[in-house]
Structures are given as structure tokens and as C-alpha cells.
């Protein structure tokens, strides 16, 4: 069983930026795709940006060109680089992983447990 260690959120001004890392940690044979989803009070929770494990990349049309997903296969970890955050990206991000525990598994979806990033004045 796979657990994402989600670490970076806080509180920030406009204009300001973050790293948040989620780290998975447990026995796993591969990593598919790693990724971030937020979710806003009130709203459903959204893609923000995925990367697979040959390092394509994938992200919402509103963080596109302020965000920056990344991720180091040897430890695991995918990293979210947010830059020149706006209110609207205040929310809980999740990150996410489609993993094989065993090389004969199924891929299997994990969620972290989330972080809250809140930009404010």
C-alpha cells in the first residue's frame, strides 16, 4: 500500500509563490502517473497538473504558464512549483498516483491527504 506525504501549503500574498511535494512512500513495483487536483470550498474538486513517469505533462488552462509540475522517479516524489498565485487558487490540493503494487497488479489510485494553499492579502 502506497501513502502520499503532501508537504508545501500555507499562506501566501498575491503574486507570491509555493512548492508543495508529495512524497509516496510504501512498497510499490511502479508509478504511473503522479499528479495535483485542488478542490475549493463549494466546488468540485479539478485537475491542476499530471506528469507521467516519461515525463509528459498535463495542466488546467488557468495554471498554465504559472505552474510547474515536476517530479524525481528515483525518490518518488512529484513537486508543484506555483508562481504569481491569485486568490482563485485558494484551495485544498491533493496529489495523486496510479501505481502497480506487484508487477503482475492492476494500476491502483491513491490520494494524499491534502494541503491548503490560501492566497490572501
Known amino acids: 500500500q502506497v501513502q502520499l506525504v503532501e508537504s508545501g501549503g500555507g499562506l501566501v500574498q498575491p503574486g507570491g509563490s509555493l512548492r508543495l511535494s508529495c512524497a509516496a512512500s510504501?512498497?510499490?513495483?511502479?508509478?504511473?502517473?503522479m499528479g495535483w487536483y485542488r478542490q475549493a470550498p463549494g466546488k468540485q474538486r479539478e485537475l491542476v497538473a499530471s506528469?507521467?513517469?516519461?515525463?509528459?505533462?498535463n495542466y488546467a488552462d488557468s495554471v498554465k504558464g504559472r505552474f510547474t509540475i515536476s517530479r524525481d522517479n528515483a525518490k518518488n516524489t512529484v513537486y508543484l512549483q506555483m508562481n504569481s498565485l491569485k486568490p482563485e487558487d485558494t484551495a485544498v490540493y491533493y496529489c495523486n498516483a496510479d501505481y502497480q503494487p506487484h508487477y503482475y497488479s492492476d494500476y491502483v489510485h491513491s490520494w494524499g491527504q491534502g494541503t491548503q494553499v490560501t492566497v490572501s492579502s
Open positions: 510504501g512498497s510499490v513495483f511502479s508509478i504511473y502517473n
Open positions: 506528469t507521467t513517469s516519461a515525463g509528459s505533462t
